[in-house]
Structure formats: structure tokens, C-alpha cells
């Protein structure tokens, strides 16, 4: 398929609207014993209605009127339709559902599983939009000491998660090469007493990577992940490193430790370096490029990230900003873009639609911290800055960087316990439900949607945000838009491919 049809088909950005019950029918004829509580948004010529278990289905008008008059009678195509999908309130089974809400629910009962060290302030690199407060390669005042990061690496083992992920963060976390080890090491040692699940993966730009380093990282079974914005003028232009050509050598690291992992005998569909690209303005009229950047390197999956309002971010809005309407028709050609790649056998996907298309299609809960209720701060992950204060999330560090210490609960120093269960966590944990939100809940996508506090501060000034005119929402409920159309519109390859995007398995190989 060309560009140009491409950029057609994004020109005209399907949406769906939200239409009240009286538009559609006669409130004299309401049976609303008849159905579950649901909520519904018109996509194309149809209207989709979900619940609060997650279930959703298609209707026509005339179907949807039939519904809510209750007219389906048991027998009935319809009726035993609605009927399999949950919305017959007759016909629920309670018990059932309550132990399906349970499984997707299960976050809910247990502590932070995310726990990202930022081991340094320190970088090589001036990333026009980094979120951090990075500072020179001489600033060793700003490292993390080992004493702190035991006392980080002691209380991430209290959590009363079953299983925990070490992130490392920075700065370029490998610049203090010495405490990454040690956490790694310690934290090795204490897991054979405490026998959780444990993980690790290193967020690092890859330009103080060397074969010492690399045999330490594969040995101890650690993640690699890292930044690429798309072909080497692009990434350049955006991601300045002045020792050298930062493109040219991340992607022979690539190249490299995807080697390494096939020497091991570990299969490359599944194991190779996870790669990010975060869009900015340059970056709008590029993304077949960018697609094709990530195909080349042999990455199943883009993550289309937009360009956060934190850090250098912020700053330079003027020059890297764009609007969010803007986003959105990129992410439309990309995506379109992506499902035509699928069509012509090459296997890649959108990681964002694969989240969403995970929830709708495989009634999974794939703990995205973005979009779950309540979202993940505090109770979801926790950030450890290299002076030992602790932040509900990697975005709340992100405004502490700016100057801002809204979001930090509190040290290494304090106990588990004063953490999980101070006013700050409870307070973030409550408005990081969407239950409140007037409009989440009349939202056709309220089931599969979340809330980011930290984003909600930042952009509207409260917690809790204002959903009607957060780009947050408009950006989310766009997407899911989207997604809908296509599932509305697809054949079974199509919808056997966006099941496909859908399997998640499990990295054993990264689990200690």
C-alpha cells in the first residue's frame, strides 16, 4: 500500500461519539431490569456497549433499542447473544464473575512489583526531551551509594508481592557500574532466602557498553533495554551524544547482544533488546520510517510513546511539541502502516494497541501501570532517587526534577510499612480511580482505561484531573476509537492477527 492512500485513511481518523440513551429510544420503554448497568458509544454505523466485567459487543440501532426495551426474548439470536456476553442480568453468574473480577484484579492484592533505581544524575548524552535532571560524566556527587542502595534493595524485598523487578534507571545507569553490580549481587543473595520471582532490566542508552560489562549482564540474566527514535539522522538529531555517532553505536550493540542471545540458544523471536522510540515534532512525518528503522533491527514491537509533559520535555515544547490531535494522526499511519506490514507476513506490532487489544480480546489484565484502576503509584512501583528518596512512580521523580516534591512518599530510611500506609500513598491511591471521574463513568471504555496521577498534576494542577479536557483521556479514548473501528471492520486474518498481538509469554530467562 502506498503512502498516499495512507495518509488519506489518517486525514480522516475514524472516532466514535458518545450518544445518550434518549437519542436512541424512548425512555417510556426502558426495561432496565432487564440488563446489566452498561454504557455505550457509537463507532461507524453500529454502537458498542460494554460492562463492568469487561465484556462488549457490536449492535445495530435496532438491536441496541431491542436491548434496552428489553425485547429479547430467551431462544432469541439476540438474547442468547447478549446472554454469553454478560449483559442479561437474569442471567449472570455472580459467583463466576466475581472470581474472574479477582484474576484481573489481582494487583490489588499485593504491594509494588516495579521498583526503579535511578543509580546516577550522570549522562553522555543531551536528549532533547529527557525527562531527568541529568548532569555532567563528572558529577559523582549525584551517584547512588552502595549504602543506599542496600537499604533500597532491603525494603523492594518487603513488598509483599510475590515477585519484584529491579529497573535501572538514570541518568546512564551504567555509569555507576560499580552500585549496578552490587544491587545485582545483593539482591541475588537475598533472594534464596526470600524466594520471590525476581527480575532485572537495565534502561540504558548502550555508550559505555563493553564485553566486561555485557558477559556481567547476560551471566546474571539481565534485561536490556533501550531508547531508538528511528533512522540514524532522526535519533541523532534528537538524541545528542558529542563522544561519537549515538545511532551507529546503539544499534551495533543491538546487533551484538541479539547475537549473543541466539549463541545462547535462546529463541530470537521472544529474547533481543526491547527498543523505545518517544515522538516529537521532527518525528511526525517519518513514521514509515521509524516503523521500518524497528523492522530492520529485527524489534517485534513499537512502543509509539508521545513526548511527556516532564523534564527537558517541558522545556522544549516549542521546538519538539506538538498537539495532540497531531500525535493521533501519526499513531493512525503508523499503525495502519503496521497492519499492512502483518498483511504481507512481516510479524510486528504496536505494543500500546497490543495492551489495549489484551484486555478487549483475551479479558486479560497485562498490569500496564498507564491503565489499570487504581493506576500504579505507590501500589504499582516506586522510584528510588540516588540521594535514597522514594517517589510514587518513575513520573513522580520526573516532576521532582523540575522542582516539585509533590510525589515523594518518602526515604530508604522509613519502614514498609509508613510508606504503603501514609496519607501521601493513600491519597494517590484514591485519586488514581476513575470511579469518580463524571465522565469515566458513563465512558464505554471505562473497564479497560486508567488514570496517571502524576500526568493529571502536571498538565490540569490536580490529582484527580478533569477528564473532559485532559489530553490523557483524549489521547486513550482516540486510541481505543481506533482499535474499535478495526475490530469492527476485520476479517479473521485480521482478527487473527490482533489475537496474536495479544499472546504474552513468559521471559523465563530474565527470571532469577
Same mark, same amino acid.
Given at each position: 500500500?502506498?503512502?498516499?492512500?495512507?495518509?488519506?485513511?489518517?486525514?480522516?481518523?475514524?472516532?466514535?461519539?458518545?450518544?445518550?440513551?434518549?437519542?436512541?429510544?424512548?425512555?417510556a420503554e426502558w426495561k432496565p431490569d432487564f440488563a446489566v448497568p452498561f454504557n455505550q458509544r457509537t463507532i461507524g454505523g453500529k454502537i458498542v456497549i460494554s460492562n463492568d466485567f469487561g465484556d462488549w459487543l457490536f449492535l445495530t440501532q435496532e438491536e441496541f433499542r431491542d436491548f434496552v426495551e428489553g425485547r429479547p426474548q430467551p431462544g432469541e439470536p439476540l438474547y442468547e447473544k447478549l446472554k454469553r456476553a454478560n449483559f442479561v442480568a437474569s442471567e449472570i453468574d455472580f459467583l463466576d464473575q466475581s472470581l474472574r473480577w479477582r484474576r484481573k484484579k489481582e494487583y490489588l492484592f499485593y504491594g509494588p512489583t516495579l521498583h526503579a533505581f535511578v543509580l546516577t544524575h550522570r549522562c553522555n548524552h543531551g536528549c532533547q526531551y529527557c525527562h531527568s535532571s541529568i548532569v555532567g560524566m563528572d558529577r559523582m556527587d549525584t551517584d547512588m551509594s552502595i549504602e543506599t542502595a542496600e537499604k533500597g534493595v532491603d525494603l523492594a524485598f518487603q513488598t509483599t508481592a510475590h515477585g519484584l523487578t529491579i529497573e535501572f534507571q538514570g541518568g546512564e545507569p551504567t555509569a555507576n557500574w560499580d552500585v549496578l553490580r552490587h544491587i545485582v549481587e545483593y539482591a541475588r543473595e537475598k533472594n534464596k532466602t526470600a524466594k520471590k520471582i525476581l527480575s532485572f532490566a537495565l534502561v540504558t542508552n548502550l555508550s559505555l557498553m563493553d564485553d566486561e560489562k555485557l558477559?556481567?549482564?547476560?551471566?546474571?540474566?539481565?534485561?536490556?533495554?533501550?531508547?531508538?527514535?528511528?533512522?540514524?539522522?532522526?535519533?541523532?538529531?534528537?538524541?545528542?551524544?558529542?563522544?561519537?555517532?549515538?545511532?551507529?553505536?546503539?544499534?551495533?550493540?543491538?546487533?551484538?547482544?541479539?547475537?549473543?542471545y541466539v549463541d545462547m540458544g535462546l529463541d530470537p523471536n521472544q529474547y533481543r533488546v526491547e527498543a523505545l522510540p518517544t515522538i516529537t515534532r521532527p518525528s511526525l512525518t517519518r513514521w514509515k520510517e521509524i516503523v521500518d528503522t524497528f523492522v530492520e533491527v529485527g524489534c517485534r514491537a513499537v512502543f509509539l510513546r508521545k513526548l511527556d509533559p516532564f523534564g527537558f520535555a517541558a522545556k522544549s515544547a516549542k521546538t519538539l511539541g506538538y498537539s495532540m490531535d497531531e500525535f493521533l494522526e501519526f499513531y493512525a499511519n503508523a499503525v495502519d502502516y503496521i497492519i499492512e506490514l502483518n498483511r504481507q507476513g512481516v510479524q510486528v506490532m504496536e505494543r500500546h494497541a497490543a495492551i489495549m487489544l489484551n484486555k478487549i480480546l483475551a479479558d486479560d489484565e497485562p498490569? *500496564?501501570?498507564?491503565?489499570?484502576?487504581?493506576?500504579?503509584?505507590?501500589?504499582?512501583?516506586?522510584? *528510588?532517587?540516588?540521594d535514597g528518596s522514594i517517589y510514587s512512580s518513575d513520573e513522580g521523580r520526573f516532576v521532582a526534577s523540575m522542582g516539585d516534591d509533590m510525589f515523594r512518599i518518602g526515604s530508604v530510611d522509613d519502614s514498609y510499612q509508613d510508606l504503603m500506609g501514609g496519607a501521601a500513598t493513600r491519597a494517590l491511591v484514591m485519586a488514581g480511580l476513575n470511579d469518580g471521574h463524571p465522565d469515566c463513568v458513563s465512558c464505554v471504555y471505562k473497564p479497560w482505561c486508567g488514570q496517571q496521577v502524576e500526568y493529571n498534576y502536571k498538565t490540569q494542577g490536580s490529582l484527580h484531573g478533569h477528564m473532559r479536557d485532559s489530553t490523557w483521556c483524549k489521547k486513550h479514548k482516540s486510541i481505543f476509537d481506533y482499535l474499535m473501528h478495526k475490530l469492527e471492520a476485520a476479517d479473521e486474518k485480521d482478527m487473527e492477527m490482533f489475537r496474536l498481538w495479544t499472546t504474552n509469554r513468559t521471559l523465563d530467562h530474565f527470571i532469577v
Open positions: 500500500m502506498g503512502d498516499t492512500m495512507l495518509e488519506t485513511r489518517a486525514a480522516n481518523l475514524p472516532k466514535g461519539s458518545q450518544v445518550a440513551l434518549a437519542e436512541l429510544t424512548d425512555p558477559e556481567f549482564l547476560l551471566d546474571r540474566h539481565v534485561q536490556i533495554c533501550t531508547s531508538l527514535d528511528g533512522p540514524e539522522d532522526l535519533h541523532n538529531q534528537i538524541r545528542i551524544f558529542r563522544d561519537g555517532n549515538s545511532h551507529q553505536t546503539l544499534l551495533t550493540w543491538m546487533k551484538k547482544i541479539n547475537q549473543r498490569n *500496564y501501570l498507564d491503565l489499570r484502576i487504581p493506576g500504579g503509584a505507590c501500589i504499582g512501583q516506586l522510584g *528510588y532517587a540516588p
